[in-house]
């Protein structure tokens, strides 16, 4: 069961954005980035403090989108067959 769930964080793949989708980020499920993509439109010398904190955030937010993944497909594999949520 372990090995397979490593196997299907290293085949997951997220996207998130940041700025209304001028920064996109791509990181697996082992949190490395693949990709980033910057709109050339945010890229200005008079403002390189925004374009650093678009990434930042786009970043984190891909982190975080890998955890909540990694714990839905964790969730999954611990339920027990017959048990279920009927109590509440």
Known sequence: MQERLKKEMDA???ETSSGG???SVKMTGAKVV???????EVVSR??????QDLIVAA?????RKVDE????????ELRIPGL???SQ
Do not use: W, Y
Not at 59 to 63: F, R, Y
Not at 69 to 76: I, S, T, W
């Open 21 to 23: 989708g001028m920064v």
């Open 34 to 40: 693949t990709e980033i993509r910057i709109d050339p």
């Open 84 to 86: 279920s949520d009927a």
């Open 59 to 63: 970043l984190n937010e891909a982190g």
């Open 69 to 76: 993944e990694v714990q839905q497909k964790m969730a999954g």
């Open 12 to 14: 997951l793949v997220v």
């Open 46 to 51: 008079e403002d390189v403090g925004m374009l």
